[in-house]
């Protein structure tokens, strides 16, 4: 009996899926695995543990998979691609395939059809794909130059609207709850704490907008809602390329910025439709893991692996 991995490795969790070929047999799960962010080792270990812990619940060994599926974030590059293929070779059997975590959610959502699925986490991306099997994709170019709408580009503009807001004299239920979450007291030692680290991933400080737009803060609620007017816009950019204006568009969201947050999702949905008409929302859930398990099942035999890849016969 084949068994199959699907790996779904973010920017803050990994998870891994084991299964044969109809049944999920164990499941393991890690911190983040984006080799630029954690470096090579945070992911091998990330990525070792969770299919360790995949395999002890099957009761499989790892030199057992027969294919494996593992949609990484940041594996459009070819580097980043080729060290994660290079660690799952060193931890798992049979024939690898390493391919960009927006597939893996795409093919969650949509199989090999048509549709365009919209991620933000940590870090965001649109990706889409027509029936005639051309792709496309707008963001994911990194928290620095890109990623809007995502946790991290919702913090940094959390703390740039309330700084303004107190330069001109207005201080915010947004403002005091930074303050208390960098552990200062007063504006200057904000700042000077904010910049002492100017590659600091700010994503975890997400809930920290959430719970100030919740509490009434207009600034906050403002910060979201732009979000997801940003989001639809990167949508667009997707949806024009791939689809004709009188072709219906299925799309899903994914991510914990979605998930937590109705104000992000209704802006991001108000705006997608005032631009398009024509858009199927998929209600379901989207489980990228479940896609790279379904991913690596499909393609079980093929001597041809897509992405960075290794094939045994």
């Given at each position: 009996?084949?068994?199959?991995?699907?790996?779904?490795?973010?920017?803050?969790?990994?998870?891994?899926?084991?299964?044969?070929?109809?049944?999920v047999?164990?499941r393991?799960?890690?911190?983040?695995?984006?080799?630029?962010?954690?470096?090579?080792?945070?992911a091998?270990?990330?990525?070792?543990?969770?299919?360790?812990?995949?395999?002890?619940?099957?009761?499989?060994?790892?030199?057992?998979?027969?294919?494996?599926?593992?949609?990484?974030?940041?594996?459009?590059d070819?580097?980043?691609?080729?060290?994660?293929?290079?660690?799952?070779?060193?931890?798992?059997?049979?024939?690898?395939?390493?391919?960009?975590?927006?597939e893996i959610?795409?093919?969650?959502g949509?199989?090999?059809?048509?549709?365009?699925?919209?991620?933000a986490?940590?870090?965001?991306?649109?990706?889409?794909?027509?029936?005639?099997?051309?792709?496309?994709?707008?963001?994911?170019?990194?928290?620095?130059?890109?990623?809007?709408?995502?946790?991290?580009?919702?913090?940094?503009?959390?703390?740039?609207?309330?700084?303004?807001?107190?330069?001109?004299?207005?201080d915010s239920?947004?403002?005091?709850?930074?303050?208390?979450?960098?552990?200062?007291?007063?504006?200057?030692?904000?700042?000077?704490?904010?910049?002492?680290?100017?590659?600091?991933?700010?994503?975890?400080?997400?809930?920290?907008?959430?719970?100030?737009?919740?509490?009434?803060?207009?600034?906050?609620?403002?910060?979201?809602?732009?979000?997801?007017?940003?989001?639809?816009?990167?949508?667009?950019v997707?949806?024009?390329?791939?689809?004709?204006?009188?072709?219906e568009?299925?799309?899903?969201?994914?991510?914990?910025?979605?998930?937590s947050?109705?104000r992000?999702?209704e802006?991001?949905?108000?705006?997608?439709?005032?631009?398009?008409?024509?858009?199927?929302l998929?209600?379901?859930?989207?489980?990228?893991?479940?896609?790279?398990?379904?991913?690596?099942?499909?393609?079980?035999?093929?001597?041809?692996?897509?992405?960075?890849?290794?094939?045994?016969?």
């Open positions: 009996m084949p068994y199959f991995l699907g790996i779904d490795g973010g920017g803050s969790n990994t998870r891994c899926v084991l299964g044969d070929e109809k049944s047999l164990g393991g799960s890690g911190s983040g695995c984006n080799v630029l962010r954690v470096g090579e080792a945070c091998r270990d990330s990525l070792s543990g969770a299919i360790h812990e995949a395999c002890v619940q099957a009761g499989v060994s790892p030199q057992q998979v027969a294919r494996t599926c593992a949609g990484i974030s940041g594996a459009a070819d580097g980043i691609a080729s060290t994660v293929q290079r660690i799952l070779t060193g931890v798992v059997g049979g024939a690898i395939e390493v391919i960009g975590d927006m959610a795409l093919e969650s949509f199989g090999g059809g048509p549709g365009v699925i919209v991620i986490g940590t870090g965001s991306i649109v990706y889409g794909r027509n029936a005639q099997g051309e792709t496309a994709r707008a963001g994911g170019g990194g928290r620095l130059i890109s990623d809007e709408g995502s946790g991290h580009w919702c913090v940094v503009r959390a703390l740039g609207a309330a700084l303004r807001a107190h330069d001109q004299g207005r239920e947004l403002l005091q709850r930074l303050l208390a979450a960098f552990s200062v007291r007063t504006v200057p030692d904000l700042i000077v704490e904010v910049n002492a680290d100017p590659g600091r991933d700010l994503a975890s400080l997400y809930p920290v907008v959430l719970a100030a737009a919740d509490a009434g803060d207009p600034i906050a609620a403002a910060v979201l809602e732009q979000a997801g007017s940003e989001l639809a816009k990167l949508a667009e997707v949806i024009r390329r791939l689809f004709r204006e009188d072709e568009v299925p799309f899903g969201e994914h991510g914990g910025v979605f998930a947050s109705a992000v999702r802006a991001f949905e108000e705006a997608l439709q005032a631009s398009c008409s024509r858009l199927r998929l209600r379901r859930e989207i489980d990228p893991a479940l896609g790279a398990l379904d991913r690596a099942r499909r393609d079980f035999g093929s001597r041809w692996l897509y992405g960075v890849s290794r094939f045994q016969p």
